[in-house]
């Protein structure tokens, strides 16, 4: 599979591994990830800036493939994870949350690609302007932190291929060789997956989350935190409560204080994936199984293979 992003990166295979706080904040699921010839991308976010140190070390001793590492640009930290990840000379950053401009210079220096991540057309043209090597477009599908607009994927992916030059990597309800192919079809050059890496021995969540995505339906996702920073996310006793405050006019400082009070810690550490936020996108529903995430990545190559036959034979 040749696309401009495997080409830009040196990959075998246009499929990213999402960045999922705690559950992709290790080493093991992004070495098995680029190990098997997609792009492993680690979650620095929830990181200390020592493990952060620690688990870049462990993937460069454990993969000499390409990986990815996410940072959101607004975390509080977001300048001091920028400096190790520069110091450890990392291949890809696949950024988020805020603006990139001010560090491309220095990462193009020690030959780091800059990928960035946006969840509409206008973000898009901005990160173009800014001067990133590539986009990675979140529809609304998405687990954590889709688009406020809630536009779907395939409408979102297409929209900003038609104003944009740079390669796209499409994410947001793919689970499947078919959602592959399908986003390769519309003309982005890569795919994200996050919730389908999420079921994998690999992902350092707690059992009860990976057991909560197996179990759920496509229907079982809800956004929290609508008209601020919503999150797609299982619904739950949290999500209910949050929900039932909405519809009595709680305040916004009200629902502010409510959203605060449960955490994605508590769900993906504790296991408590009652009145946690238990991150995933609506392709949970697609997801029926735990294997390796290197098992996940054949399965994935073979079934997009198959569907690009199908669409051969037509």
Request: proline share 4%.
């Amino acid at each position: 599979m040749k696309t401009r992003i495997t080409e830009l990166l040196g990959i075998e295979y246009p499929i990213f591994q999402a960045a999922m706080s705690w559950a992709s904040s290790n080493s093991a699921l992004v070495i098995a990830v680029s190990n098997a010839g997609g792009m492993g991308v680690l979650a620095a976010g929830p990181l200390r800036l020592e493990d952060l140190r620690r688990i870049l070390g462990e993937i460069r001793a454990g993969t000499s493939k390409p990986y990815g590492v996410n940072i959101p640009l607004n975390n509080p930290k977001a300048r001091e994870m920028l400096d190790i990840a520069h110091e450890a000379r990392i291949p890809v950053m696949v950024a988020s949350q805020g603006g990139p401009r001010e560090h491309l210079a220095r990462f193009r220096a020690v030959g780091t690609k800059w990928f960035h991540v946006v969840a509409s057309v206008e973000h898009a043209r901005k990160a173009e302007a800014a001067g990133v090597d590539a986009l990675v477009v979140d529809g609304a599908e998405a687990g954590g932190h889709p688009p406020p607009s809630e536009v779907g994927t395939l409408v979102l992916v297409r929209r900003v291929l038609q104003v944009t030059k740079l390669p796209v990597v499409a994410s947001g309800g793919i689970a499947d060789g078919a959602g592959i192919a399908a986003m390769l079809t519309l003309g982005a050059e890569a795919v994200q997956l996050g919730t389908r890496f999420i079921a994998t021995p690999e992902a350092s969540v707690h059992e009860n989350y990976k057991r909560a995505v197996l179990e759920a339906e496509v229907d079982q996702t809800t956004l929290v935190g609508r008209g601020t920073h919503p999150i797609r996310q299982l619904k739950n006793a949290f999500s209910a409560k949050y929900e039932a405050a909405e519809r009595t006019g709680a305040s916004r400082e009200e629902l502010e204080a409510l959203f605060q009070e449960y955490s994605l810690k508590q769900a993906a550490l504790r296991g408590d994936v009652e009145w946690g936020k238990v991150e995933a996108g609506q392709s949970a529903g697609l997801v029926h199984d735990i294997l390796p995430a290197a098992e996940v990545m054949r399965r994935l190559v073979a079934e997009t293979e198959q569907a690009r036959r199908r669409l051969a034979s037509l």
